[in-house]
């Protein structure tokens, strides 16, 4: 298991990563954190049905996962299905489930199948419950800039960067989104370098794709 892990976040051998995982996950015992590493390889590579059925096979055994219940409504969102993947959020919150994995994808599917009004308001509750994430003062940010609120967005970005100095830092990925709908592209694109360097974990996709590991899309 370790060294399954190992390979994905610090040596970057995703096959020898796979073939880890498999070996794991072959034997006759569920192994949760082999689950959730082979479902990250799946989401990377785009492969978001195979990671789809694999949260939800760990969620028959473990209903009370929130991680596996993030990553899974994660893929939802991932795969376009922005109302299923909200509407499995607010039944996972009914049943217990919380964290920030789940608050974020929750603020960014309402944005996809809500009207601004119901949305930015969803955001704004969602962001005062989770004070300390930064992400989701990001995604409201980027939410109200959309919306053509330009200077409570820049607000908060003013907010946001201002800690970079401050002892928690700030979210690099939280400045971009904010960045992104300003128009500021340019100085989104360095936030998110920035992110990548220091989220090895999330910035597995791109490294896929750029040793074409996984095919790059088409981009047209």
Same mark, same amino acid.
């Given at each position: ?38 479902s990250l390889l799946h989401i990377a590579e785009g492969s978001l049905?195979? +990671? ?51 608050? +974020?994808?929750? +603020? ?67 400045? +971009? ?44």
């Amino acid at each position: 298991m370790r060294s399954a892990w190992l390979k994905t976040l610090s040596e970057r051998d995703w096959p020898g990563a796979r073939r880890g995982f498999d070996g794991i996950l072959s034997g006759p015992l569920l192994n949760r954190r082999a689950i959730i590493g082979q479902s990250l390889l799946h989401i990377a590579e785009g492969s978001l049905g195979e +990671a789809t059925s694999l949260l939800l096979e760990l969620l028959q055994h473990s209903a009370l996962s929130s991680r596996a219940a993030a990553l899974c409504y994660w893929t939802k969102y991932l795969a376009g299905e922005y109302r299923e993947a909200l509407d499995l959020i607010e039944e996972a919150k009914r049943s217990g489930h919380s964290g920030p994995v789940l608050d +974020a994808v929750e +603020a960014l599917a309402s944005i996809r199948c809500e009207n601004p009004e119901v949305y930015i308001a969803r955001i704004e509750t969602v962001a005062t419950d989770s004070a300390g994430h930064a992400l989701l003062h990001g995604i409201l940010g980027y939410a109200l800039a959309l919306n053509g609120q330009i200077q409570r967005a820049n607000e908060i970005l003013d907010a946001t960067t201002r800690e970079v100095d401050g002892t928690r830092g700030a979210d690099p990925y939280a400045i +971009a989104l904010i960045l992104i709908a300003l128009g500021e592209k340019q100085e989104a694109v360095q936030w998110l370098e920035q992110f990548c360097r220091v989220s090895p974990h999330w910035s597995i996709h791109q490294e896929m794709r750029d040793r074409k590991w996984i095919p790059h899309p088409d981009q047209s």
